[in-house]
């Protein structure tokens, strides 16, 4: 699966391009500033064993990711609300690991999207 889907971004460029050109750059612009926040209440989540709210952040965060084509990403937060639903909490730290990374693809695709308008 690739990092991202191009086709959400260009249904809303389509969309928007008369009545609100700059939508996509801002939609991308709230997606990357919202997850960094969001990533962090989960690290926290995760120190402290707290599964509530982690499972909560990950299930936060699928629309957005969605919204944007970061198929992948929405994936991997879906298994973490899986696990954290489980209380699975010795799986979360490595399932962290993988959203972080998938996380840093995302942002690198999305830069490149942005600069599109």
């Not at 939609?27 to 500033?33: E, F, K, Q, V, Y």
């Not at 991997?76 to 799986?91: H, P, R, S």
């Amino acid at each position: 699966m690739p990092t991202l889907d191009p086709a959400p971004l260009a249904a809303w460029r389509a969309q928007t391009r008369d009545i609100a050109p700059h939508f996509v750059r801002e939609l991308i612009d709230d997606m990357l500033t919202d997850t960094a926040a969001h990533l962090t209440i989960m690290a926290r989540a995760i120190l402290s064993g707290d599964t509530t709210a982690c499972r909560f952040v990950a299930h936060r965060l699928q629309s957005s990711c969605n919204a944007v084509g970061a198929f992948q990403f929405t994936f991997l937060q879906e298994e973490m609300e899986i696990l954290a639903k489980n209380d699975a909490v010795t799986f979360l730290g490595s399932q962290f690991v993988k959203i972080q990374a998938e996380y840093r693809r995302v942002e690198r695709a999305l830069e490149v999207e942005r600069a599109l308008g």
